[in-house]
T-cell receptor, first 111, second 112 residues
Framework: DAGVTQSPTHLIKTRGQQVTLRCSPK?????VSWYQQALGQGPQFIFQ???????QRGNFPDRFSGHQFPNYSSELNVNALLLGDSALYLC??????????FGPGTRLTVL | GEDVEQSLFLSVREGDSSVINCTYT??????LYWYKQEPGAGLQLLTY?????DMKQDQRLTVLLNKKDKHLSLRIADTQTGDSAIYFC????????????FGTGTLLAVQP
């Protein structure tokens, strides 16, 4: 049984560009949450998707958007990248209101 | 407000017990979690405790919860060098989702 998978593992972009990160949830899970973990910090909640809709959003600007597909996989899009967007982006999947299991993350570097 | 606090660093000798502490703010939290993160890796769920419990034991791990003081601790018995990692506590924020609020993490260094 594959756990949560994310792609790519690493990504380098320049300021102003756009990026798309992908996540496949653990088998049997239908809820996907995204977190941003800056260096030396704990993860910060970006948003959560359930039934292809954004269910809750953290304190992140509209440059951060997402999508969930019918197979429960999800994408995180970030527009107009800033240096401060450099971080490890973590995807977590769960059944509704159950414990979350995290993927290995995508390391985004913005130059 | 949403704020979870942890001490930054803990150093122990192999075979000793480690105790990592955490304070949280949301009294409506239903579950509290401990995650482990090794260098360059994602988060591994270690254990969790329901808010109406005082203690939970899981092999070498013991979680203690003091709801009155909003204080959570993780005790690792017989700490091994493989336990060296960053440990995060997290509270499940009250509300419709299971959004997690994380602490800043405690770096556990185990000396051989």
């Amino acid at each position: 049984d594959a756990g949560v998978t994310q792609s790519p593992t690493h990504l380098i972009k320049t300021r102003g560009q756009q990026v798309t990160l992908r996540c496949s949830p653990k088998s049997g899970h239908d809820t996907v949450s995204w977190y941003q973990q800056a260096l030396g910090q704990g993860p910060q909640f970006i948003f959560q998707y359930y039934e292809e809709e954004e269910r809750q959003r953290g304190n992140f600007p509209d440059r951060f958007s997402g999508h969930q597909f019918p197979n429960y996989s999800s994408e995180l899009n970030v527009n107009a990248l800033l240096l401060g967007d450099s971080a490890l982006y973590l995807c977590a999947s769960s059944k509704p209101n159950n414990e979350q299991f995290f993927g290995p993350g995508t390391r985004l570097t913005v130059l | 407000g949403e704020d979870v606090e942890q001490s930054l660093f803990l150093s122990v000798r192999e075979g000793d017990s480690s105790v990592i502490n955490c304070t949280y703010t949301d009294s409506s939290s239903t579950y509290l979690y401990w995650y482990k993160q090794e260098p360059g890796a994602g988060l591994q769920l270690l254990t969790y405790i329901f808010s109406n419990m005082d203690m939970k034991q899981d092999q070498r791990l013991t979680v203690l919860l003091n709801k009155k003081d909003k204080h959570l601790s993780l005790r690792i018995a017989d700490t091994q060098t493989g336990d060296s990692a960053i440990y995060f506590c997290a509270e499940r924020y009250g509300g419709a989702t299971n959004k997690l609020i994380f602490g800043t993490g405690t770096l556990l260094a185990v000396q051989p």
